[in-house]
T-cell receptor, first 113, second 111 residues
């Protein structure tokens, strides 16, 4: 069975500072990896995805993530955050053999002026 | 191009009642998955429907059941509601193994 660990439940950061949201996963088979953002009282929007190929993937709103197979990590980064980036972020892993998308518990990113 | 739509947006029920939630997938998608998101938690996989059949199921009791119709829309049914069933229920649609697209959810409150 697969699992996802988001190492920080909350990350406070100042506006225009860089940020990294950490995600580690566990799976005995190959996986696809995703980061989603959840706006207040809404569903989830896909930020970026890793399916195969280049380990550095770029997404919307200036976010990027790097897949590290040896460390089973998929950390999300942004070089300079905005106040509007304040939201809940979820890392997720998908196993094609069982069709399951498994989420971490989320990281609340709070950007302060 | 309409995305995933869910109805109703909010629902209040009492313990022991039954509820049906509805989902219309994004145009072109043939697979529907349902998730339960408790307050402060990540979404938990309930089950996935493909070709009108349940293809995979998470760790949820049989009180949770579903259906997929020929037009790919889906329903989630929950019987004998418990206080612990209070949550945001999310529907997601996809095509093959492509990323899932989520609706805005149904907020279910049990009194």
């Amino acid at each position: 069975a697969q699992s996802v660990t988001q190492l920080d439940s909350q990350v406070p950061v100042f506006e225009e500072a860089p940020v990294e949201l950490r995600c580690n996963y566990s799976s005995s088979v190959s996986v696809y990896l995703f980061w989603y953002v959840q706006y207040p009282n809404q569903g989830l929007q896909l930020l970026l995805k890793y399916l195969s190929g280049s380990t550095l993937v770029k997404g919307i709103n200036g976010f990027e993530a790097e897949f590290n197979k040896s460390q089973t990590s998929f950390h999300l980064r942004k070089p300079s955050v905005n106040i509007s980036d304040t939201d809940e972020y979820f890392c997720a892993v998908f196993v094609t053999s069982n069709y399951k998308l498994t989420f971490g518990k989320g990281t609340l990113l709070t950007v302060n002026p | 191009d309409a995305g995933v739509t869910q109805s109703p947006t909010h629902l209040i029920k009492t313990r022991g009642q039954q509820v049906t939630l509805r989902c219309s997938p994004k145009s072109g998608h043939d697979t529907v998955s349902w998730y339960q998101q408790a307050l402060g938690q990540g979404p938990q996989f309930i089950f996935q429907y493909y070709e009108e059949e349940e293809r995979q199921r998470g760790n949820f009791p049989d009180r949770f059941s579903g259906h997929q119709f020929p037009n790919y829309s889906s329903e989630l049914n929950v019987n004998a509601l418990l206080l612990g069933d209070s949550a945001l229920y999310l529907c997601a649609s996809s095509l093959g193994n492509q990323p899932q697209h989520f609706g805005d959810g149904t907020r279910l409150s049990i009194l």
